[in-house]
């Protein structure tokens, strides 16, 4: 069988340790292209870049080729299937992300938003991430799972139309205690915003925020992450409620 | 019964046609704040700022309170909810963005990322979006429907865990055959990079792509609005894909 074609992105940055990590284990799988952003893009969701340029940049691996851009990991995956590289890929990896991206993470995700643009454009894709925002987080763990979870999707393929959200305990290796096919827990992030005042006396404000779950479900990514499980939650780009057209059909539209 | 208190919000920036419009109407059916991006924000996704500080400044605006921010429109939902209003809206409105958010352009929309924020803080919100993507867009048409979408939206209530993603099809009035709730059409886009090279000799990227519908169906938001219907879509932030679960479980994991 021909090895695949596994394209690798990522939301952290092409010097990230945990896109190391992934390509490792990549190479392993198949052949690897990397085409990731040349700056941290955490929190940049499903952002595009279409009032501004791109630059793309081949970058030094070792037995990989590799490309950084200027764009945000979803320009990336459409900068590497459409000029990038010479074929389709057969599978889009993005990550290992420092840090969670499970429950309503997912939403706010540039890893997740690789994966899913790679999804709409028919390519089999999974983000992965470790549950350590640390920049020198322990990926020891992880590479099992990962293998794994990435060796079947190549062999059972995954559904038309969904992407795997993966994510990793941060405990050690024999701690894991297997891995947990899930739903999205229902969480937000309480805000609170860090009021200050700059030198010329103007006032600026930091994000920051508490997350809240608010779901006690035993079959969420929260759950199973808070019990040494692996969590993989398949997700899906077709936002539409279907449950709830027939009730706002009975509004007076 | 008290007035509403109403949220607007949009991407397109804080001087946009389109934002005008939303508030003229808004202010007939509650107290309305403004809080909106100082600049143009298409194609955010949802993006979030926390690499970055967020300024926010009052704008005169007649017969509101009106904000600008340095942020994403879905850092304008969360400052204006945390920080800038002293009680929690009845409802969010963002729009009216000026070009179709109908089908997978719901992914890259900052509109439906302000909607989408504020669903998840569990404020009632509603994305209106003309298909047309002209600054100097005809809005004359859209005020009808965005004022009865949104009295029942407030009388019947939205669903929890639902946003509604209302486009208008860009027509005369009087050609608009209704209103018709419907699910997201699947569709993507064929990316094409225009490559050029700066006067130093090196080379960029634009982004342009072409539309690409992939789906027949005559209940998807692609066909209300090439039929000249007002397309409502109501979609979610649960992204999970229920209907896999069990397929995924079958994998040896």
Redesign the interface.
Known sequence: MKRPLILVTNDDGITAPGLQELIAIMKELGDVVVVAPDS?Q??????????S????HEVKMEGVKAYSTSGTP??CV??A???ILDRRPDLCVSGINHGSNAS?N???SGTM?AA?EAG??DIPAIGFSLCDYSWDADFVASRNYVR??TS??I??GI?K??V??VNIPNVKEEEIE??R????A?A?W????D??TNPLG??????TGNFTLMDQGEDTDEWALANNFVS???????????H??Q???????
Chains 1, 2 share one sequence.
Not at 190 to 193: A, G
């Open positions: 941290p955490s929190g940049m969701g499903h952002a595009i870049t279409i009032n340029i791109l630059h793309v979803a320009d459409k900068l299937v459409n000029e309503i997912i939403i706010y938003s899913m709409i454009e794994q979870i079947e999707a062999k059972n559904p139309g969904v795997l959200n297997g891995i096919v899930c739903r999205q229902k937000n309480k805000e609170t915003f009021k200050r103007q006032e600026y404000y930091w994000l993989v939650v398949p997700a899906q780009y077709d936002l539409t409620a279907h709830s057209i009730h706002i059909n009975s509004w007076d539209l």
